[in-house]
T-cell receptor, first 113, second 114 residues
Framework: QKEVEQNSGPLSVPEGAIASLNCTYSDRVSQSFFWYRQYSGKSPELIMSIYSNGDKEDGRFTAQLNKASQYVSLLIRDSQPSDSATYLCAVNIGKAAGNKLTFGGGTRVLVKP | EPEVTQTPSHQVTQMGQEVILRCVPISNHLYFYWYRQILGQKVEFLVSFYNNEISEKSEIFDDQFSVERPDGSNFTLKIRSTKLEDSAMYFC????????????FGSGTRLTVV
């Protein structure tokens, strides 16, 4: 069973629209959740972290966490062509996982002008 | 803004050769990591390092891999005898506190084994 799953995409959205990305994880005791953005050929860049159920907003980004459903999502409002990238969900999967993050395969987002 | 520095940015090596990838973590960070990403695949954990010792390693991190913090600033990944399948992007990361708080990645070293 995969530990962190994401739809690989591509998710194509028109400029100015909302991009909605989803991520599910397998371990119920997961404690912390992150969204990273990765441009082609570049390293992952942390854009959001979320630790408790509900929504967390930061600029045009909103992360949503539902631990009961083992589900975390990212909304990108007013999408811009510069948002075109792969978005990686990362999870600290429980105490047994120690001090590391486990990454999903990423969702590629294409914002069309 | 503080950043994690990796050198070289690209390394080409012959199969069977040893390579050392270098990283300078952010100065006040205490936790260090190596990840790799094979082209088109997910970012995979290799090893975490804290208090001058390995705290965790994945099944990928076999006997041909080793890590070292030779001085107060550098953190290195050594691959003793490279294989074709070691070709990947290798990312170093560091964090001030445990992974619960996320970490900062370096720009990566693209390793090509020929």
């Amino acid at each position: 069973q995969k530990e962190v799953e994401q739809n690989s995409g591509p998710l194509s959205v028109p400029e100015g629209a909302i991009a909605s990305l989803n991520c599910t994880y397998s371990d119920r005791v997961s404690q912390s959740f992150f969204w990273y953005r990765q441009y082609s050929g570049k390293s992952p860049e942390l854009i959001m972290s979320i630790y408790s159920n509900g929504d967390k907003e930061d600029g045009r980004f909103t992360a949503q966490l539902n631990k009961a459903s083992q589900y975390v999502s990212l909304l990108i409002r007013d999408s811009q062509p510069s948002d075109s990238a792969t978005y990686l969900c990362a999870v600290n999967i429980g105490k047994a996982a120690g001090n590391k993050l486990t990454f999903g395969g990423g969702t590629r987002v294409l914002v069309k002008p | 803004e503080p950043e994690v520095t990796q050198t070289p940015s690209h390394q080409v090596t012959q199969m069977g050769q040893e390579v050392i990838l270098r990283c300078v973590p952010i100065s006040n960070h205490l936790y260090f990591y190596w990840y790799r990403q094979i082209l088109g695949q997910k970012v995979e954990f290799l090893v975490s390092f804290y208090n001058n010792e390995i705290s965790e390693k994945s099944e990928i991190f076999d006997d041909q891999f080793s890590v070292e913090r030779p001085d107060g600033s550098n953190f290195t990944l050594k691959i003793r005898s490279t294989k074709l399948e070691d070709s990947a992007m290798y990312f170093c990361a560091s964090s001030e506190r445990e992974a619960n708080y996320g970490y900062t990645f370096g720009s990566g070293t693209r390793l090509t084994v020929v």
